[in-house]
T-cell receptor
Framework: EAEVAQSPRYKITEKSQAVAFWCDPISGHATLYWYRQILGQGPELLVQ????????DSQLPKDRFSAERLKGVDSTLKIQPAELGDSAMYLCASSPGVSNGYTFGSGTRLTVV | GIQVEQSPPDLILQEGANSTLRCNFS?????LQWFHQNPWGQLINLFYIPSGTKQNGRLSATTVATERYSLLYISSSQTTDSGVYFC??????????FGKGTTLSVSS
């Protein structure tokens, strides 16, 4: 069964350092999503891509977060500088299109110390 | 925006028991999914069910879109069913919005 690949699986970084996460969606899935999940809560959308274009980044803290999907395939989410409050699970998902199911990757668990 | 409410927030069961999890949403949707989040944090898709009834082994789900709720049934629960169950909905032009989840603990 096709999977969404994410790396790294775990990341510990010091406050004020830069950190990056990578996601490779299921082949052929045009829509890619980055979600953030704080412990004890449901995932919340950070950014949505349709091919290489950003569809929704209204909840992305743009002063420190950036996301790209240059060739419309894999994607990178970056945080610079990291803050203690950024400690969370970062989840990537992909979908073949509107009103189709989402498939999530295993996530990257970030701890900022 | 749309509100997604899940109940109960916590559920403790003995192995073999049955359970029903509920998801209420405040507006019409074109996508509804149930997920199980395992202890390692991965979200496993259980059902894509914007309307109707589906079954997969010991799990089944029903969505009544006109009344804006969905139910997830777990029969003969096993310890491996433990974890957090999320309901998530999508409207036209938006990404999936998640509820706060139901935490299920099944003991042997």
């Amino acid at each position: 069964e096709a999977e969404v690949a994410q790396s790294p699986r775990y990341k510990i970084t010091e406050k004020s350092q830069a950190v990056a996460f990578w996601c490779d969606p299921i082949s052929g899935h045009a829509t890619l999503y980055w979600y953030r999940q704080i412990l004890g809560q449901g995932p919340e959308l950070l950014v949505q891509f349709q091919d290489e274009s950003v569809v929704d980044d209204s909840q992305l803290p743009k002063d420190r977060f950036s996301a790209e999907r240059l060739k419309g395939v894999d994607s990178t989410l970056k945080i610079q500088p990291a803050e203690l409050g950024d400690s969370a699970m970062y989840l990537c998902a992909s979908s073949p299109g509107v009103s189709n199911g989402y498939t999530f990757g295993s996530g990257t668990r970030l701890t900022v110390v | 925006g749309i509100q997604v409410e899940q109940s109960p927030p916590d559920l403790i069961l003995q192995e073999g028991a049955n359970s029903t999890l509920r998801c209420n949403f405040s507006d019409s949707v074109n996508n509804l999914q149930w997920f199980h989040q395992n202890p390692w944090g991965q979200l496993i898709n259980l059902f894509y069910i914007p309307s109707g009834t589906k079954q997969n082994g010991r799990l089944s789900a029903t969505t009544v879109a006109t009344e804006r709720y969905s139910l997830l049934y777990i029969s003969s629960s096993q310890t491996t069913d433990s974890g957090v169950y999320f309901c998530a909905v999508e409207q036209a032009g938006t990404a999936l919005i998640f509820g706060k989840g139901t935490t299920l603990s099944v003991s042997s």
